[in-house]
């Protein structure tokens, strides 16, 4: 039997683990569509007759739809009832995705994938939910556990799309997601509790209030300007590596699945920064996060060619990173969180919204550098990136959130 029962404020800490698995799950599924394409750059350009220094677009029009709807849709969480809205945006994704299974063409591929972008934001919806339904001394626990379900979607993403377009094709991927997606979207309508937010802003306030909220909250600007930088290397590194593997290691598409597969242990590192960070350890965890990042880099580009230690060095490169990302990530949003409740949505959606668009230039520059340069340039780039985190960071307060 559905569960109808609105969730107010004053209705918090009712997040039980079956709740927690369910949404962990939900983000995990849905998330998993940004990246699908990430490691079929190659195989999707090249069937679509796109030019090598313009492959990185695939991913970028992805992300720049998601941030389209971090922006314009993920405000309505504040507005309207939260189930109803979820539902829908899955109905909007399972077209998207299903476009994209039978485009023959770049323009139709784009915009579908810019379309799943923008339908792939009710991510950004059940994490702020689960946040609202945790008390606040568990809230890091709660968002480490959700966003751990994120992160291994975005991983397992990688993998899947290669090994699956290797058995049956680059556009299996999509159809298979696109019935995924409509499995979810039932059973989250059955199963979701309802929050009917205070109705207090028109839609057109909501959306003028981001500006605001913006440059009155210097938290948000720090954090988000720490993830950008350290999203923009990650998605660099996952839009160029496979190329790599595919260019210097002659890796088949199960062999790039199986090297995917090494990020999915950068997933444990969500739950245990959430602890620590409860435990008022944000600080040193996000210069850790930020120093792993430059130096999994930096590293990268200086060991480079065709050898054992190369492809070895690369692999700890890709645990690394990915750990450095996901543990900052949730570092960040318990602290976006924290600053209010009824602004929770909107400022979540700015906040991932910023870091998506460090993520859609970090596609975009891999692409283009890998094809002008090569790795060594793409990878000194993707240095480049935290390393302004870090200097950033030096500016920081010991009492900033």
Partial sequence: MKNTKPLRRGHENRLSAALTVLLAAACGMVAANLYYSQTLVGPIGEALGMPPGAAGLIVTITQIGYVVGLLFVVPLSDMLPNRRLIVSLLGFLVVALAAASLAAGSFLFLAASLATGLGAVVAQILVPFAAYLSAEEQRGRAVGNVMSGLLLG????????????????????????????????????RLLPERRPAKSLRY??????????????????????YQASLFGAFSLFWTTVPLRLADEYGLSQQGIALFALVGVAGAA???????LADRGRSRALTLGAIATAVLSFAAAALVHGRSHASLALLLLAAIALDMAVSGNLVIGQRAIYALGNETRGRLNGLF????FLGGAAGSFLGGWTYAHG???????????LPFLALV??????RSAA
């Fill in 374 to 384: 090569g790795w060594t340039a793409a990878a000194w780039i993707g240095a480049l």
């Fill in 154 to 189: 975005i991983m397992l993403a990688r993998p899947a799309a290669s090994l699956i377009a290797g058995l049956w094709g680059w556009q299996a991927i999509f159809a298979l997601s696109a019935g995924l997606m409509a499995l979810l979207a039932v059973v989250l309508a």
């Fill in 269 to 275: 590192a969500a739950p245990i920064a959430g602890r």
């Fill in 392 to 397: 950033y960071f030096m500016t920081e307060s």
């Fill in 204 to 225: 057109g306030q909501l959306t003028a209030s981001l500006l605001a909220l913006f440059r009155g909250t210097p938290p948000l600007r720090r954090r988000a300007f």
């Fill in 352 to 355: 991932m919204a910023i870091f």
